[in-house]
């Protein structure tokens, strides 16, 4: 080789990732800034968005072999979402931050957080009709779960390859809960329901009732549907780190560092799922509708629960609540007392609304537990 | 045929599962305020 074969085989080394760039590389790239944008800008999300928009970015750039085996990034997506290890540890710092203190006063609210997830089955179904198969309709469905690491957790076990499309249809319609539930909130409740007014929230739960609620939640819904306790067991372990009050820089630890860390390499790993040839086509987008699906269907359920509790309850019940069933803490609660408020100022139902919605975090892991049970029973696991 | 039936199967299981296992729940978490009583703190 002459030495000027040789200063061009060097530069065309160098320029070797332009030639070998897809196009749908390029338009991943976009997402990834348009990531950045929404959540620096726009703060949609912005502890997810951002690590899964690099994670993006660096998967899309050609010859970096992050996702090779032994890659930087693949490293992190073995030991953490092939493990369904990440989901786990981010529930683990979701239980110690939760006080379930609000949905414990009032125990008749864990039925709305169950009606908030039927959304999940309604769209499997969908999912099915539309020609997935049953893993990935299953994968599809539990985005209405409205629970990120749950729907990260299913989905890494029967779908790997949808992961990154449910991930980010999990987190972005989370954080659209705001935009996606009035609507359906003013549309199916009456005027009368609307300003139904419910009596004051007095505190009725001893510390000893709190303490046992994770040992009693973990223990019964791991003898019902038993392969969903690596799910429910992390939230509980969090939570009774947090009630136990001996422990609290355990606490602490889950609820920081732990979460910060798994947090940034979780968004990492799912960005890097998200490789242009292989995320860019029609099926993707047929999830993200189907996502959206699932969570108006999880609002239309729990405003029904709602509805049926108003009657049931001799109209004492305000249904706007059952909108809060969803596993989207707390921004669904929220929703719901700045909607109760726009019809009846004087209307104060955030804490039933929080007790709804930690009704759905728990909601969210039975549905799941119980999804994973059944398919497991049936040999498909 | 198949994944149409465990598919309806997946939906009755697992509305009538989780709504039952939540009522379970909020049996057993009225139960036990009421064994275990909120006292005022003096």
């Known amino acids: 080789m002459t030495p000027l074969e040789a200063i061009l085989q060097g530069f065309k080394a ?4 332009f030639s070998t760039l897809h196009w749908s590389n390029l338009l991943m790239i976009g997402v990834g800034l348009l990531f950045f944008y929404l ?25 970096s072999e992050m996702m090779e085996e032994g890659g930087f ?37 864990f039925l709305l957080g169950a009606a908030g997830q039927f959304g999940i089955f309604l769209t499997l179904l969908l999912a099915l009709a539309l020609g997935f198969d049953l893993k990935e309709a ?56 609307k300003i139904t007014m419910m009596g004051v929230y007095k505190r009725s739960v001893s510390g000893t009732a ?8 973990t223990i019964l819904v791991g003898f019902i549907a038993p392969k969903g306790l690596p799910l429910v067991g992390s939230l509980m372990l969090g939570n009774f780190l947090r009630e136990c009050g001996v422990v609290e820089r355990l606490s602490k630890s889950a609820q920081n560092e732990i979460a910060n860390v798994v947090t940034l390499l979780l968004g990492l790993t799912i960005g890097a799922t998200m ?14 509708g189907l996502g959206f699906l699932a969570i108006c269907l999880d609002t239309i359920c729990g405003l029904f629960l709602g509805k049926l509790l108003y009657l049931l309850s001799g109209k004492k019940i305000n249904p706007l609540i059952g909108a809060a069933g969803l596993s989207a803490f707390p921004m669904a609660a929220r929703v719901v007392q700045k909607e109760g408020q726009k019809y009846n100022p004087k209307n104060y139902l955030i804490m039933y609304a929080m007790g709804a919605n930690a009704g759905g975090q728990v909601g969210s892991v039975v549905a799941a537990s119980i999804i994973l049970s059944v398919l497991e029973r049936m040999g498909i696991g | 045929m198949e ?38 703190e003096k």
């Not at chain 1, 709190?210 to 939640?217: A, D, H, R, S, T």
């Not at chain 1, 490789?275 to 993200?288: A, D, E, N, R, S």
């Not at chain 2, 309806?8 to 036990?32: D, N, W």
């Open chain 1, 14 to 17: 160098l320029g070797a990732g």
């Open chain 1, 39 to 63: 959540g620096i800008k726009k703060d949609v999300e912005p502890v997810l968005l951002i690590p899964i928009g690099f994670g993006c970015i660096l998967v899309n750039i050609p010859l």
């Open chain 1, 73 to 109: 990034l693949r490293i992190f997506y073995d030991a953490g979402i092939k493990t369904e290890l990440f989901p786990l540890l981010i529930f683990l710092g979701i239980g110690a931050m939760t006080d379930f203190g609000f949905l414990l006063e009032k125990p008749y609210l």
């Open chain 1, 138 to 193: 299953v994968s599809i469905g539990i985005i209405g779960a409205c629970d990120g690491p749950t729907a990260i957790y299913v989905s890494s076990k029967y779908a790997p390859h949808l992961l990154g499309a449910v991930a980010v249809a999990a987190y972005s319609y989370m954080s659209l809960v705001p935009i996606i539930q009035p609507p359906i909130m003013k549309a199916l409740t009456t005027q009368k329901e």
């Open chain 1, 210 to 217: 709190k303490l046992l609620f994770p040992v009693v939640i």
């Open chain 1, 275 to 288: 490789i242009g040839p292989v995320f860019v086509k029609p099926q993707t987008l047929l999830v993200l």
């Open chain 2, 3 to 40: 994944k149409w039936n465990i598919g309806v199967g997946l939906l009755m299981v697992g509305v009538g599962g989780t709504l039952l296992v939540l009522g379970i729940c909020s049996l057993v978490m009225e139960l036990l305020k009421r064994i275990f009583p909120y006292k005022e």
